[in-house]
């Protein structure tokens, strides 16, 4: 039954997703009311739709549906209720339909949101939106649908999946399914993936709004208003599914770090980085009038990345250039990318004459060329991702040999490149817009930087002697001085105007959210550059086989291995579980931990690691082999990590300050809608 | 063919023959000195960047290529686990997606870390080591690309388009000065001043009211 359900709204989802699309392609919307409207109506329709073809698949894991494959494959009978919930996104075919489903919620948004306000452009907004979900939807229905049963053949046996019962053949119960990959079930996976999948199809808002702006021509601040706002909301959700996805990583992969230049984490990355260069050039627009044609490109090149994040993690290309020629889904999802990517190069082309620059640079030293760098490295640091991901690929192609472009090449190439951007981070908010001075800089400058120079001293005395990281420490430290900086020159300055020290700093922060949100974020990422350059840079590691009793030392502590337990668990895995103490220079026991190896019926492991975790740094306990038959014997590896901890609270401080900078602010709308019905009253009134 | 596409290639190609012959309106001798004067340092420009590139790009090649040679000699025998980390820390498990050899938690990856503790009780070098696991399962094992063939690429490419582009931003940057000063719109210079700050803030403050 729900089988049926699910399978049919899918496909009446994919119908009325083309049905919007050919619409707004056949009428003229400017005089065929009627027909947008109809339109409007079947892009909302696709949410619900989606909605209870998603919740099919959610009671066909709950029921053990196990002659659907992808049950079979997402879940078993000991899986916990919370994890049949979340294996619809746990796997390939369910995770393509979560993806439609959050995009159509999404267009609702948007349809229900910017309807009136940006009333020429909802048109197109469909189109491009609907013909996105019509492909998602496409690849759920015809490539990989969860709905798939399973059929036995009746004379060879073989067991494969069908949509509907291929001849001569019978259904294929299996008495219990596989179960939800054991890396899945944590608490950062239940989260991470909604989080990057929202923060995907929120980029898809601002190009349809961008490609509605190319087609009609109104290539005004209107757009670009409702498009930055968007974008931040994308942003958002995407910034959070990457903290996540690393918070995760350094849980549960067990290798001491959190992020790994893995392609999946790049897919991530690489639309965060060409958004975040947009949301500061769309400033330069909004101010000056400049750099239309760069803003369009940043869109569409977003856009791009997002569904190229998609095609790479789902298509399986980065395992092999063969199993993705096998498969439909890459070639698809290829000849989408190349589709779309050029349909709007055009249209940017047909539309440059609109889209030229009202102002022109004043000066080098000026806010906007700034923001310009700062585009100009943002960009560097994507195309240097982008490469170093999609090479081995082209290596495969080229020699039929694989090769791995592993951490070593990114750090090297987008270390330098991330310092930069920092320290930028850190000039350019005192820069003023047109035109400034090196006095006046130096002015609002010599501040900080003798403050720098004596944290620099104070690094040096605790320890940070490489030249490398006190240039990282030193460019923190500076930044986070300059923006405080900005703070203590906004707050004096109201409190010269006669308010106390918190109204000042509370007023200031309410009445441009914008720019002091932006500035907390920036403070965030102050904290995490901290945390980046201490953990990466002075990161300690050892490793050793221990007897009961035994010790390991590393950086001023020493861990002592006590014990170690084998058994198993309900849901099928072989745990063993060591206790350790660990010890500081003196011999004062800090605290017990627990290292653990969890080894699932699957046969794949999972390294739990124990964790003392303090502001300064992280003592990080693996255990990664003990001796069999004994068990009184175990290896363990140990990281110290100093600083990671300001990562994590550096992701909250920038989290914090992107709610306060996108937050919707109820009388700006309410006041833009009254002007806008204003406008429209008086222009009826006059005709 | 539609017509406003080939008028939409045209004007694409139209204005980029005008941005690279930079052709003026301009016929007076002063401005045709002055775009001669451009052009001299707009070239001087493009040497000066090309010849940063290529001793840039010599001082990292080179710097890639001096990697660091295992200290060898004393009394080997106790290769620690720290020791063999060292070497697998370099290398990718070789069946597994993009995990780093040193912490690949299968079984497989634990056998080839005992094949490096074992040569390296042997005395093998780290460069040995790797080339033997290159030989074995391909280049993939190496997490760093080489210098050499088509890797070289992967180091190479990232570094030039983004000087492309520095050299293209400076371009964008130098015109678009050019045009302001033709236009001589001087503006006085906006310094920000500590006294009418507060009046400058509280004017953008309420702007956004």
């Known amino acids: ?687 | 063919m539609n017509p406003q596409l080939l008028i939409t290639i045209y004007k694409i190609a139209s204005w980029i023959i005008e941005q690279l012959i930079q052709r003026r309106a301009e016929s007076s001798p002063q401005a045709k000195a002055k775009i001669i004067q451009q052009r001299k340092t707009s070239a001087v420009w493009s040497l000066v960047g090309t010849l940063m590139f290529l001793i840039g790009a010599l001082a990292a090649s080179m710097f890639m290529c001096v990697d660091f040679v295992f200290a060898q000699g004393g009394t080997p025998p106790p290769i620690t686990d720290d020791q063999v980390n060292a070497v697998a820390k370099q290398l990718f498990c070789p069946i597994c997606e993009n995990i780093p050899l040193d912490v690949c938690p299968t079984q497989a990856c634990a056998q080839w870390r005992d094949t490096i503790r074992e040569k390296l009780a042997q005395g093998w070098s780290e460069d040995k080591i790797k080339d033997y696991f290159v030989q074995q399962y391909g280049e993939r094992v190496l997490a760093k690309p080489r210098t050499t063939g088509l890797s070289l690429y992967v180091w190479v490419i990232p570094p030039a388009v983004i000087l492309i582009a520095a050299l293209f931003f400076a371009w964008y940057v130098r015109n678009a000065r050019m045009k302001t000063a033709a236009a001589s719109v001087a503006t006085s210079s906006e310094e920000v001043d500590e006294d009418d700050y507060a009046k400058r803030l509280e004017k953008e403050l309420s702007k956004r009211r």
């Open chain 1, 1 to 687: 039954m729900a089988l049926n359900l699910g399978l049919t709204s899918l496909f009446l989802a994919f119908l009325s997703a083309v049905y919007a699309a050919v619409v707004v392609l056949a009428i003229n919307p400017r005089k065929q009311e009627a027909w947008v409207e109809s339109a409007r109506n079947a892009s909302m329709l696709t949410f619900p739709l989606i909605t209870l073809s998603a919740l099919s698949i959610i009671i066909l894991i709950v029921q053990g549906h196990y002659e659907v494959a992808y049950v079979a494959n997402a879940s078993s009978s000991t899986t916990p209720w919370y994890l049949k919930i979340t294996a619809l996104w746990g796997g390939q075919a369910g995770s393509l339909l979560f993806w439609s489903w959050l995009m159509s919620a999404f267009t609702s948004a948007v349809m229900l949101r910017n309807w009136k306000r940006d009333r020429s452009l909802m048109p197109y907004v469909i189109l491009v939106s609907m013909i996105t979900l019509a492909f998602f939807l496409y690849l759920s229905l015809f490539i990989e649908n969860p709905f798939e049963r399973l059929w036995q053949n009746l004379s060879t046996g073989d067991v494969k999946p069908a949509l509907f019962q291929p001849a001569n053949t019978q259904l294929f119960i299996p008495r219990d399914g596989n179960g939800l990959n054991p890396l899945l079930r944590h608490i950062g996976m239940i989260i991470h993936p909604p989080m990057l999948y929202l923060g995907f199809v929120g980029m898809v808002v601002p190009f349809s709004f961008a490609i509605a702006a190319l087609i009609t021509g109104r290539t005004d601040d209107e757009w670009i208003r409702t498009t930055r706002r968007w974008m931040l909301v994308g942003w958002l959700f995407l910034s959070l599914g990457l903290i996540l996805g690393g918070r995760w990583a350094y849980d549960v992969l067990g290798w001491g770090g959190y992020w790994g230049w893995d392609p999946v984490e790049n897919a991530a990355l690489m639309p965060w980085l060409t958004g975040t260069a947009f949301l500061h050039s769309v400033m330069i627009q909004e101010k000056r009038g400049m750099l239309k044609v760069w803003n369009m490109i940043l869109i569409i090149v977003t856009y791009a990345l997002v569904i190229m994040g998609t095609f790479l993690t789902r298509s399986g290309v980065l395992s092999s250039v063969h199993a993705f020629a096998q498969s439909a889904i890459g070639p698809l999802f290829f000849g989408f990318i190349a589709i779309t990517f050029t349909a709007s190069m055009i249209l940017l082309f047909w539309r440059w004459d609109r889209l030229k620059s009202e102002t022109q640079l004043d000066s080098l030293l000026s806010r906007e060329a700034a923001f310009l760098l700062n585009n100009l490295l943002f960009m560097g640091v994507a195309f240097a991702t982008l490469w170093g991901t999609l090479f081995p690929i082209f290596s495969e192609l080229a020699t039929n040999q694989k090769i791995t472009v592993g951490p070593p090449f990114y750090n090297q190439v987008n270390g330098p490149l991330l310092a930069v951007i920092v320290l930028l981070m850190g000039i350019a908010p005192l820069v003023a817009w047109r035109k400034s001075s090196f006095k006046a800089l130096g002015r609002l400058m010599w501040i900080p930087a003798v403050l720098t120079l004596v944290s620099l001293v104070a690094f040096y005395l605790l320890g940070a002697r490489t030249p490398a990281s006190l240039l990282g420490y030193g460019i923190a430290a500076f930044v986070g001085f300059t923006t405080l900086s900005e703070y203590v020159r906004g707050v004096m300055a109201r409190m010269r105007l006669g308010e106390n020290v918190f109204v000042a700093l509370i007023n200031l922060a309410a009445r441009n959210r914008r720019r002091y949100g932006g500035y907390i974020i920036h403070l965030g990422v102050v904290a995490m550059a901290f945390g980046v350059v201490g953990s990466y840079m002075f990161q300690q590691e050892t490793q050793a086989s221990l007897k009961p009793g035994q010790t390991l030392a590393l950086g001023g502590f020493t861990m002592r291995f006590d014990s170690l337990a084998q058994f198993p668990l309900d849901d099928g895995r072989q745990v063993s579980r060591a206790e350790v103490t660990v010890l500081d220079q003196a011999g004062n026991t800090l605290g017990q931990l627990f290292p653990r190896h969890d080894l699932f019926d699957s046969g794949q492991p999972m390294t739990i690691p124990g964790v003392r975790s303090t502001l300064g740094e992280d003592f990080y306990v693996l255990l990664v082999g003990w001796e069999p038959i004994a068990a009184n014997g175990a290896t363990f590896k140990i990281y110290l990590n100093p600083l990671i901890n300001l990562v994590w609270l550096g992701g909250l401080i920038f989290i914090v300050g992107t709610l306060v900078a996108a937050w919707p602010d109820a009388d700006e709308e309410k006041r833009y809608i009254a002007e806008s019905v204003s406008t429209l009253e008086r222009a009826v009134k006059a005709s």
